[in-house]
């Protein structure tokens, strides 16, 4: 007999810290989870498309729309004067990005008007009609061009400065200076930008988008506009990923939506092509990074300097705080004694850069992994037994401050990095790869382990902040709703655990509901890894103020104390009486309980100054490490990852299966970045990687063919974060630089491991083949 | 909107959707399969996510008759047109799901492995996982990645869905209801029913659509129409409609042409029907040239392969086509067609220049012929890319080599992505016959590239790469013909 009924169950389903699959996964399967264009249209949806120019830099000098105008089925056209207010949408504030080009092209593709019609297919086609006539001007579309160029900037650089590097420099017994090239990235999310504008009564617009960023959205279209933000609606209930792509650059279809609905009084929707995704939105930065390093003959660092020059676009975008992370991130996990650092965010004619997983953290980290590399191969040393040298010392060891002045506080690298070496058996598989290089003529394989110590917080900090509204209904049914966005990255199912563990009912009576502006106002980003950090906690926090409230009318009514009062599985607990949870919830009702709350929080501890360079922008640091193994044929270059074994700090998990999930595909897609993902821009300043048949992500066959992905199981944040967990979003992504240390280790092989091999970023199988010839001895 | 017709074959397109019949009579040419679906019919758990067939978002099934065989295949919806369908039966991810809401097997193996993160990808890849599901119960690691090449996922890094994929196959019950199986004898009958003896002919003012029934049924049509598109796969024409919006008007559609996929073995070799395609063409190729077989799987991804075709990759001309470079080194020829009569002509000279076939006004290419090969001869097929499946090759060798005594008696090697055209390396067969077969040769005929080849450089190779890649291919079939380890393998044989 089934007495579950009768005995106090010990746990909910769905409580924080279980394993729980992803809230929609069962629809995802099915083909019912609903994305913006799978919507059903408003009676008279009409349809946007961008006109796009094809000068990299260019004055127009005219601009014939009259064939896009009269083609059949053309509603309208809009160019630059159409917007209502503002043709600006310059996250940045610099007024350096405009909704369509107004008289200047400033990249291949950029648009310059938008066609509005019956159907997609008829405002793609005529979008294709227009006489644009050009007076090229000079363009520049890669950084040494544009270093070449005089170097403009888009945005002010940043300097990172501790102790005296140059001085430490000339003094160390060695030094290396070295150039690194790091490619960038496309995002490719699965579902491409789109925007569907609802137009309303007065100034009123809704609008559905696929962003991550709801209420930059919000600002941008009542700023195009010209409305109080209160006349903007914004939801999202699901993104087909983001990935950083759909922090800011969804504000162009939206507002372009947004102007075209409330001028025709009809719904418009924007669903760019691939291809115009591709070509019209920003990517990760690219950067070349001049090193200059100074160390003894242990291996240990004394001094560095190093430029970080970031390819930016046209425009500023976020390219300020990407490439300052950058420089948050060029000492990876290790102390420098000495340092400066200088960032060098350059303008280029090509589309705006923008926000991708890491921020620019990934990139720093690269090149700071290139350094100790580069010591390594210069010493005849293994890089790992580098790397521990000059890892962060704990707390107070006077090898704990950064670069920009905060102390290390939370350092487990060592604990990590050993126990990972250790459990991936690292010291004996690489000498048996040393062995196999020996004979193996062709085919050479190389093993790499590589740490990672990732900052988390926005380092503008007014950002450090997220709102929750939680209702709870009278049959005890609960609505959630908070600020951060769902792209597939398991917030909301991580969000509704804090929920249903607060008020211990099980998780499917926590309905997750679609982010919008019009429940929770001001949101940042869901963006830095910080959704479940901030939204976690405002969630909780609304949770708190109801549970309180049901507190009180717990004791008033049953006339006994706040400790005397708990919520147990599905019930809650008075002195000895158990009630069910809706039955308490009507009984709260029915006494006039509010039970509703909008929760709050913001970050603590966290400063910084930018113009100092110093304070402590980070709230804590997420860790992890990852040993990869490769094997690369040297006639062609051509590669495959061959075992991958990864520990990864998360604190203590809130859900270890999207965790672990995080990890896998924050691994394989830092992968890709490294390894087959390259753009290219041909002599005319035009993307021509700009589609899957050109732009190559890793498929289910490029990834690591053996892959054991761990929590670090002990961890558990030192700081107090919801449940103790931490950011689980981009950390992973800079798991990957080992993939591309082994294959320098296996080129480096053809040479005797005598130098290192400086392998670039992609490295494509060109990339590794032209390192192995670099280095191969004449025959 | 489907229209309720008659029973009159000629005049409409019909083909089984899910569980309903779909007759349609106005039809346009470039229409294609997945706006019907998401547009006309609100199917949308269908995606589009490049609209050119890579990224296998968009990815249904499509059961075809082959005789008696009904078997199921995955599509590209994004890049199938709809008047290639007549005589199918379709399958959607709205299809998988018991009515009741119970998930698919394969369905609930990615639920219960987390084989979805943001789920835009997901339905693609459930079919995909559907399709190999049917047609293998014990599938190895090797099998699931090739059923998986043409699915793009940014989020899970694949493992769940690979784990998901080897889950599903070893769950069976027996009382699993699947639609599919379910129904198969009845959609067997409801497609015979459909077949038309007769060209179908959909005209709406300037559109033409034709869909002949015979092989004779289309040389009329492109005597009648010499400037129609013809489309067997649409791999490479649903792109000049989904990117270039090209014009493909008057098309012919020859999918459904049983003559064009014949497959016939003969002592002399193997002649494959223009309409054959990758997928059906592998076991009868693999078998006869391993090496062949090898570069078919990385060929497209599984959708494209089970689309695309060796007759489409041939008359298309493409330089980087990855058929031609072998197929010349095995003295391929091909057979052209029209209502004239047939002509056979070496498949190298069929490729005039970059973008010229000797193809004529009128005619089509209806069959390719591959002589057997010689058990002592040494033929290989290497195929470059940035990324090593689901890639268009930077440069594709082929070589093939006999030896007397220790001598080069007669070597033929073709390259694409090397010029405008699938070419001969004329130069370095010549420095390679009469010589020893010794490393020391192969060091001297790479010389000889430079001579056959000035390659480009584009975004995916430069030239000098392409160069020293195509010399050191040389190399690798030198050092594999001496039984060295010289490329990588993922899987050995028989590796699960």
Same mark, same amino acid.
């Given at each position: 007999?089934?007495?579950?009924?009768?005995?106090?169950?010990?746990?909910?389903?769905?409580?924080?810290?279980?394993?729980?699959?992803?809230?929609?996964?069962?629809?995802?399967?099915?083909?019912?989870?609903?994305?913006?264009?799978?919507?059903?249209?408003?009676?008279?949806?009409?349809?946007?498309?961008?006109?796009?120019?094809?000068?990299?830099?260019?004055?127009?000098?005219?601009?014939?729309?009259?064939?896009?105008?009269?083609?059949?089925?053309?509603?309208?056209?809009?160019?630059?004067?159409?917007?209502?207010?503002?043709?600006?949408?310059?996250?940045?504030?610099?007024?350096?990005?405009?909704?369509?080009?107004?008289?200047?092209?400033?990249?291949?593709?950029?648009?310059?008007?938008?066609?509005?019609?019956?159907?997609?297919?008829?405002?793609?086609?005529?979008?294709?009609?227009?006489?644009?006539?050009?007076?090229?001007?000079?363009?520049?579309?890669?950084?040494?061009?544009?270093?070449?160029?005089?170097?403009?900037?888009?945005?002010?650089?940043?300097?990172?400065?501790?102790?005296?590097?140059?001085?430490?420099?000339?003094?160390?017994?060695?030094?290396?200076?070295?150039?690194?090239?790091?490619?960038?990235?496309?995002?490719?999310?699965?579902?491409?930008?789109? +925007?569907?504008?609802?137009?309303?009564?007065?100034?009123?617009?809704?609008?559905?988008?696929?962003?991550?960023?709801?209420?930059?959205?919000?600002?941008?279209?009542?700023?195009?506009?010209?409305?109080?933000?209160?006349? #903007?609606?914004?939801?999202?209930?699901?993104?087909?990923?983001?990935?950083?792509?759909?922090?800011?650059?969804?504000?162009?279809?939206?507002?372009?939506?947004?102007?075209?609905?409330?001028?025709?009084?009809?719904?418009?929707?924007?669903?760019?092509?691939?291809?115009?995704?591709?070509?019209?939105?920003?990517?990760?930065?690219?950067?070349? #990074?001049?090193?200059?390093?100074?160390?003894?003959?242990?291996?240990?660092?004394?001094?560095?300097?190093?430029?970080?020059?970031?390819?930016?676009?046209?425009?500023?975008?976020?390219?300020?705080?990407?490439?300052?992370?950058?420089?948050?991130?060029?000492?990876?996990?290790?102390?420098?004694?000495?340092?400066?650092?200088?960032?060098?965010?350059?303008?280029?004619?090509?589309?705006?850069?923008?926000?991708?997983?890491? &921020?620019?953290?990934?990139?720093?980290?690269?090149?700071? @992994?290139?350094?100790?590399?580069?010591?390594?191969? +210069?010493?005849?040393?293994?890089?790992?037994?580098?790397?521990?040298?000059? &890892?962060?010392?704990?707390?107070?060891?006077?090898?704990?401050?950064?670069?920009?002045?905060?102390?290390?506080?939370?350092?487990?690298?060592?604990?990590?990095?050993?126990?990972?070496?250790?459990?991936?058996?690292?010291?004996?598989?690489?000498?048996?790869?040393?062995?196999?290089?020996?004979?193996?003529?062709?085919?050479?394989?190389?093993?790499?382990?590589?740490?990672?110590?990732?900052?988390?917080?926005?380092?503008?900090?007014?950002?450090?902040? +997220?709102?929750?509204?939680?209702?709870?209904?009278?049959?005890?049914?609960?609505?959630?709703?908070?600020?951060?966005? @769902?792209?597939?990255?398991?917030?909301?199912?991580?969000?509704?655990?804090?929920?249903?563990?607060?008020?211990? #009912?099980?998780?499917?009576?926590?309905?997750?509901?679609?982010?919008?502006?019009?429940?929770?106002?001001?949101?940042?980003?869901?963006?830095?890894?910080?959704?479940?950090?901030?939204?976690?906690?405002?969630?909780?926090?609304?949770?708190?103020?109801?549970?309180?409230?049901?507190?009180?009318?717990?004791? @008033?009514?049953?006339?006994?104390?706040?400790?005397?009062?708990?919520?147990?599985?599905?019930?809650?607990?008075?002195?000895?009486?158990?009630?069910?949870?809706?039955?308490?919830?009507?009984?709260?009702?029915?006494?006039?309980?509010?039970?509703?709350?909008?929760?709050?929080?913001?970050?603590?501890?966290?400063?910084?100054?930018?113009?100092?360079?110093?304070?402590?922008?980070?709230?804590?640091?997420?860790?992890?490490?990852?040993?990869?193994?490769?094997?690369?044929?040297?006639?062609?270059?051509?590669?495959?990852?061959?075992?991958?074994?990864?520990?990864?700090?998360?604190?203590?998990?809130?859900?270890?299966?999207?965790?672990?999930?995080?990890?896998?595909?924050?691994?394989?897609?830092?992968?890709?970045?490294?390894?087959?993902?390259?753009?290219?821009?041909?002599?005319?300043?035009?993307?021509?990687?700009?589609?899957?048949?050109?732009?190559?992500?890793?498929?289910?066959?490029?990834?690591?063919?053996?892959?054991?992905?761990?929590?670090?199981?002990?961890?558990?944040?030192?700081?107090?974060?919801?449940?103790?967990?931490?950011?689980?979003?981009?950390?992973?992504?800079?798991?990957?630089?080992?993939?591309?240390?082994?294959?320098?280790?296996?080129?480096?092989?053809?040479?005797?491991?005598?130098?290192?091999?400086?392998?670039?970023?992609?490295?494509?199988?060109?990339?590794?083949?032209?390192?192995?010839?670099?280095?191969?001895?004449?025959? | 909107?489907?229209?309720?017709?008659?029973?009159?074959?000629?005049?409409?397109?019909?083909?089984?959707?899910?569980?309903?019949?779909?007759?349609?009579?106005?039809?346009?040419?470039?229409?294609?399969?997945?706006? %019907?679906?998401?547009?006309?019919?609100?199917?949308?758990?269908?995606?589009?996510?490049?609209?050119?067939?890579?990224?296998?978002?968009?990815?249904?099934?499509?059961?075809?008759?082959?005789?008696?065989?009904?078997?199921?295949?995955?599509?590209?919806?994004?890049?199938?047109?709809?008047?290639?369908?007549?005589?199918?039966?379709?399958?959607?991810?709205?299809?998988?799901?018991?009515?009741?809401?119970?998930?698919?097997?394969?369905?609930?193996?990615?639920?219960?492995?987390?084989?979805?993160?943001?789920?835009?990808?997901?339905?693609?890849?459930?079919?995909?996982?559907?399709?190999?599901?049917?047609?293998?119960?014990?599938?190895?690691?090797?099998?699931?990645?090739?059923?998986?090449?043409?699915? $793009?996922?940014?989020?899970?890094? %694949?493992?769940?869905?690979?784990?998901?994929?080897?889950?599903?196959?070893?769950?069976?019950?027996?009382?699993?209801?699947?639609?599919?199986?379910?129904?198969?004898?009845?959609?067997?009958?409801?497609?015979?029913?459909?077949?038309?003896?007769?060209?179908?002919?959909?005209?709406?003012?300037?559109?033409?659509?034709?869909?002949?029934?015979?092989?004779?049924?289309?040389?009329?049509?492109?005597?009648?129409?010499?400037?129609?598109?013809?489309?067997?796969?649409?791999?490479?024409?649903?792109?000049?409609?989904?990117?270039?919006?090209?014009?493909?008007?008057?098309?012919?559609?020859?999918?459904?042409?049983?003559?064009?996929?014949?497959?016939?073995?003969?002592?002399?070799?193997?002649?494959?029907?223009?309409?054959?395609?990758?997928?059906?063409?592998?076991?009868? $190729?693999?078998?006869?040239?391993?090496?062949?077989?090898?570069?078919?799987?990385?060929?497209?991804?599984?959708?494209?392969?089970?689309?695309?075709?060796?007759?489409?990759?041939?008359?298309?001309?493409?330089?980087?086509?990855?058929?031609?470079?072998?197929?010349?080194?095995?003295?391929?020829?091909?057979?052209?067609?029209?209502?004239?009569?047939?002509?056979?002509?070496?498949?190298?000279?069929?490729?005039?220049? %970059?973008?010229?076939?000797?193809?004529?006004?009128?005619?089509?290419? /209806?069959?390719?012929?591959?002589?057997?090969?010689?058990?002592?001869?040494?033929?290989?097929?290497?195929?470059?890319?940035?990324?090593?499946?689901?890639?268009?090759?930077?440069?594709?060798?082929?070589?093939?080599?006999?030896?007397?005594?220790?001598?080069?008696?007669?070597?033929?090697?073709?390259?694409?992505?090397?010029?405008?055209?699938?070419?001969?390396?004329?130069?370095?067969?010549?420095?390679?016959?009469?010589?020893?077969?010794?490393? /020391?040769?192969?060091?001297?005929?790479?010389?000889?590239?430079?001579?056959?080849?000035?390659?480009?450089?584009?975004?995916?190779?430069?030239?000098?790469?392409?160069?020293?890649?195509?010399?050191?291919?040389?190399?690798?079939?030198?050092? /594999?013909?001496?039984?060295?380890?010289?490329?990588?393998?993922? %899987?050995?044989?028989?590796?699960?």
């Amino acid at each position: 007999m089934d007495k579950s009924t009768f005995e106090e169950r010990k746990a909910i389903n769905g409580q924080m810290h279980s394993r729980q699959r992803h809230d929609s996964a069962h629809k995802h399967v099915a083909g019912t989870a609903d994305y913006i264009d799978d919507m059903p249209e408003p009676a008279g949806t009409l349809h946007g498309s961008l006109g796009m120019t094809d000068r990299a830099h260019a004055e127009i000098t005219a601009m014939d729309l009259s064939a896009v105008e009269a083609a059949p089925g053309v509603v309208c056209v809009l160019t630059a004067r159409d917007m209502p207010h503002s043709n600006d949408i310059s996250p940045s504030h610099l007024h350096d990005e405009p909704v369509l080009a107004d008289g200047i092209v400033q990249f291949h593709g950029q648009p310059a008007f938008a066609v509005i019609a019956e159907t997609r297919d008829i405002a793609r086609r005529a979008a294709r009609l227009a006489k644009i006539t050009y007076r090229d001007l000079p363009h520049f579309t890669d950084i040494t061009d544009a270093v070449a160029h005089g170097g403009e900037l888009v945005t002010q650089p940043l300097t990172l400065q501790r102790g005296e590097a140059e001085a430490e420099l000339e003094k160390a017994p060695r030094r290396l200076k070295g150039r690194m090239r790091i490619g960038g990235q496309e995002h490719f999310y699965l579902e491409g930008h789109i +925007a569907l504008a609802i137009p309303g009564e007065d100034d009123e617009v809704t609008i559905w988008s696929s962003t991550q960023h709801p209420s930059e959205i919000q600002h941008m279209v009542s700023h195009v506009l010209g409305v109080p933000s209160n006349a #903007v609606t914004v939801n999202v209930r699901r993104m087909g990923g983001g990935f950083g792509g759909k922090e800011t650059q969804g504000n162009q279809f939206a507002a372009l939506a947004a102007v075209a609905a409330k001028k025709l009084n009809r719904a418009v929707k924007f669903r760019p092509d691939r291809d115009e995704d591709m070509t019209a939105t920003g990517k990760r930065h690219d950067f070349l #990074v001049d090193y200059d390093v100074g160390f003894d003959d242990d291996g240990r660092i004394h001094a560095v300097h190093a430029n970080y020059a970031a390819r930016c676009g046209y425009s500023s975008d976020l390219s300020g705080p990407v490439t300052d992370r950058a420089l948050f991130h060029a000492d990876s996990s290790y102390f420098y004694p000495h340092v400066k650092l200088t960032s060098q965010p350059l303008k280029t004619n090509t589309v705006s850069n923008t926000a991708y997983r890491g &921020f620019g953290g990934p990139q720093g980290m690269v090149g700071g @992994e290139r350094m100790i590399e580069e010591i390594a191969y +210069a010493l005849g040393k293994d890089p790992l037994e580098i790397r521990k040298l000059n &890892f962060y010392g704990e707390k107070g060891s006077g090898r704990d401050i950064t670069p920009y002045h905060q102390q290390v506080e939370d350092n487990i690298i060592a604990r990590v990095v050993a126990e990972l070496e250790a459990d991936a058996d690292y010291q004996a598989r690489r000498q048996a790869i040393v062995d196999f290089n020996r004979t193996s003529r062709v085919i050479r394989k190389g093993i790499a382990l590589t740490p990672v110590k990732f900052g988390i917080s926005f380092t503008l900090t007014a950002f450090n902040q +997220a709102g929750a509204l939680v209702h709870v209904y009278q049959d005890g049914s609960i609505h959630l709703n908070h600020g951060g966005t @769902e792209m597939g990255q398991g917030l909301y199912v991580k969000v509704a655990q804090v929920i249903a563990d607060s008020f211990q #009912v099980d998780l499917d009576r926590v309905r997750i509901t679609a982010t919008t502006t019009g429940k929770v106002p001001n949101t940042s980003a869901t963006a830095a890894s910080s959704g479940t950090d901030l939204n976690g906690m405002a969630a909780f926090d609304a949770a708190r103020q109801i549970k309180e409230r049901l507190i009180a009318f717990a004791c @008033e009514r049953w006339q006994t104390t706040a400790e005397n009062v708990s919520f147990v599985p599905d019930h809650v607990k008075i002195g000895e009486e158990r009630i069910a949870f809706p039955e308490f919830i009507k009984l709260a009702y029915i006494d006039r309980v509010q039970l509703s709350a909008a929760g709050f929080y913001k970050t603590p501890k966290i400063h910084w100054d930018r113009a100092t360079g110093r304070g402590t922008p980070f709230y804590y640091f997420a860790y992890g490490a990852s040993v990869s193994e490769v094997s690369i044929d040297t006639l062609t270059g051509e590669y495959m990852v061959d075992r991958v074994d990864v520990l990864h700090d998360v604190g203590r998990s809130l859900n270890p299966a999207i965790d672990i999930g995080q990890i896998e595909g924050g691994f394989v897609q830092g992968m890709g970045w490294l390894t087959t993902e390259e753009l290219w821009w041909d002599d005319k300043g035009r993307l021509r990687t700009h589609a899957p048949s050109t732009y190559k992500i890793p498929l289910a066959s490029d990834r690591p063919k053996i892959f054991n992905v761990r929590l670090a199981e002990w961890a558990e944040n030192a700081e107090k974060t919801i449940g103790r967990s931490k950011a689980v979003g981009e950390p992973p992504f800079m798991l990957p630089i080992s993939v591309l240390e082994a294959l320098s280790m296996a080129v480096a092989s053809v040479a005797d491991y005598r130098e290192c091999p400086r392998l670039d970023a992609p490295a494509t199988p060109e990339r590794v083949l032209m390192a192995v010839e670099r280095l191969r001895r004449p025959l | 909107m489907p229209q309720a017709r008659e029973n009159k074959n000629n005049d409409s397109i019909r083909f089984i959707l899910n569980d309903s019949e779909v007759t349609l009579t106005d039809v346009a040419p470039s229409a294609t399969l997945l706006d %019907y679906l998401r547009l006309e019919r609100r199917l949308t758990g269908t995606k589009e996510g490049c609209a050119e067939g890579d990224c296998g978002a968009c990815t249904v099934l499509v059961g075809r008759l082959s005789g008696q065989m009904l078997t199921y295949e995955s599509i590209n919806a994004c890049i199938r047109f709809v008047g290639s369908l007549h005589g199918t039966h379709v399958v959607t991810v709205e299809h998988l799901a018991a009515r009741d809401g119970t998930l698919h097997p394969v369905q609930q193996a990615m639920v219960d492995f987390h084989g979805s993160q943001c789920g835009f990808c997901t339905p693609g890849f459930v079919m995909s996982l559907y399709g190999l599901w049917l047609s293998n119960d014990n599938p190895s690691r090797a099998d699931i990645e090739k059923a998986l090449q043409g699915n $793009l996922c940014r989020c899970t890094g %694949y493992e769940p869905i690979v784990k998901a994929a080897e889950a599903a196959a070893s769950a069976r019950p027996s009382a699993i209801f699947d639609p599919i199986v379910a129904a198969r004898d009845e959609t067997i009958a409801r497609l015979k029913a459909m077949k038309s003896e007769e060209t179908i002919t959909i005209r709406d003012g300037e559109h033409c659509l034709i869909v002949p029934a015979d092989a004779a049924g289309l040389a009329t049509a492109l005597a009648q129409h010499q400037g129609a598109t013809v489309v067997a796969g649409s791999t490479d024409v649903g792109l000049w409609v989904t990117k270039q919006m090209r014009p493909i008007n008057p098309v012919i559609f020859i999918n459904g042409i049983a003559e064009l996929q014949q497959i016939a073995r003969s002592e002399a070799g193997i002649t494959i029907g223009a309409g054959v395609s990758y997928t059906a063409a592998f076991a009868a $190729l693999s078998s006869a040239y391993p090496a062949l077989g090898r570069l078919i799987d990385r060929i497209g991804g599984e959708q494209v392969r089970n689309m695309g075709t060796i007759g489409g990759n041939i008359a298309n001309g493409s330089p980087i086509g990855d058929s031609p470079p072998p197929l010349i080194v095995l003295g391929a020829t091909v057979t052209l067609r029209s209502t004239e009569g047939t002509r056979t002509l070496p498949l190298e000279d069929f490729f005039i220049a %970059y973008g010229k076939q000797d193809r004529k006004a009128g005619e089509f290419v /209806e069959s390719i012929f591959v002589p057997r090969l010689p058990a002592e001869d040494h033929f290989a097929a290497y195929k470059i890319s940035k990324r090593r499946d689901e890639d268009i090759s930077a440069l594709l060798g082929a070589f093939r080599i006999a030896l007397e005594d220790g001598k080069v008696r007669s070597a033929r090697i073709a390259f694409g992505g090397m010029a405008g055209t699938p070419k001969r390396a004329a130069s370095v067969e010549a420095a390679l016959i009469g010589k020893p077969w010794t490393e /020391e040769t192969v060091r001297v005929a790479q010389g000889a590239f430079e001579t056959d080849y000035q390659p480009l450089s584009d975004w995916r190779a430069t030239s000098t790469y392409r160069m020293l890649a195509a010399k050191n291919l040389l190399l690798r079939f030198f050092l /594999e013909s001496e039984g060295e380890a010289a490329e990588l393998v993922r %899987y050995a044989a028989g590796e699960r």
